[in-house]
């Protein structure tokens, strides 16, 4: 079953997610420093993400393509009205406000390597070994989340089963039609795309700056389009020199 990953990521961001509602008897200091040291840990796992491209100049236009588009489409504020639905529909809360649990724990949760990679090897090969083991690390970060940042948090499962299940469906055919050189090309500088995202997300966290994250997005698909025209430039220049 191509989508058993899948659906077991989202099985444990839920039940994280309920885990962490009953960690209330928490003191809010405690909470509030281990939410600063999930945001030092996303912030270091963007800053890893973000060095293995092997392509700068394509993570920054992918950046400043993807952000332009993002604006235009205003996805941030989409996301938050996305947010600000749930909150009408399950009610104020203590811990802060529902779009910021969901916004914030969407963007971790898909915005990353093991997504795309955990995605693909699920629709590929029918190995779902990274989606479990992604589903471990989002289970858990789910309970720390939502303890600090409330109920939002589970509603995060939604747009990530349906993210990686479109990427794995798509990845059930892909190998037709895209050779293991340019996939291997494509996952690197997506990599490196998601990753300073990732850090971004760390500095909001931290509070160190408010970044339109979500309005990044689209960055990821410019840095595919991006991979895909160098690569094939790259093979027009080889094949040219060759007649040359």
């Not at 939002?152 to 990845?171: C, K, N």
């Not at 190998?175 to 997506?190: G, H, K, S, T």
């Not at 994250?213 to 060759?242: C, H, M, R, T, Y």
Request: negative net charge; hydrophobic residues 55%.
């Amino acid at each position: 079953m191509s989508l058993l990953g899948t659906l077991v990521n989202g099985i444990a961001i839920i039940s994280g997610s309920f885990l962490g509602l009953f960690w209330t008897a928490i003191p809010d200091r405690i909470k509030d420093t281990i939410l600063q040291a999930m945001a030092l840990a996303v912030t270091i796992l963007g800053i890893g993400m973000g060095l293995k491209s092997e392509q700068f100049l394509i993570v920054i236009a992918s950046l400043a393509v993807g952000g332009a588009l993002g604006e235009w489409w205003n996805l941030e504020e989409k996301l938050n009205s996305v947010g600000k639905w749930l909150e009408t529909k399950v009610g104020k809360q203590d811990k802060g406000s529902v779009a910021t649990g969901f916004v914030t724990a969407t963007l971790v949760f898909v915005v990353g390597a093991m997504s795309i990679v955990g995605a693909l090897d699920s629709g590929l090969r029918q190995e779902h070994d990274v989606l479990y083991t992604k589903a471990l690390i989002d289970g858990f970060c789910a309970i720390l989340f939502t303890s600090a940042l409330g109920i939002g948090v589970m509603f995060s499962a939604i747009p990530v089963v349906l993210y990686q299940g479109a990427i794995t469906l798509l990845a059930t055919q892909i190998d037709r039609f895209v050779p293991q050189e340019l996939m291997d090309a494509l996952i690197v500088e997506i990599t490196g795309t998601g990753g300073i995202m990732i850090v971004a997300i760390g500095l909001n966290l931290l509070g160190v700056a408010k970044i339109r994250v979500a309005n990044l997005l689209p960055g990821l698909l410019i840095a595919g389009i991006l991979v895909f025209i160098v690569e094939k430039w790259d093979s027009i220049l080889a094949f040219s020199q060759g007649i040359l």
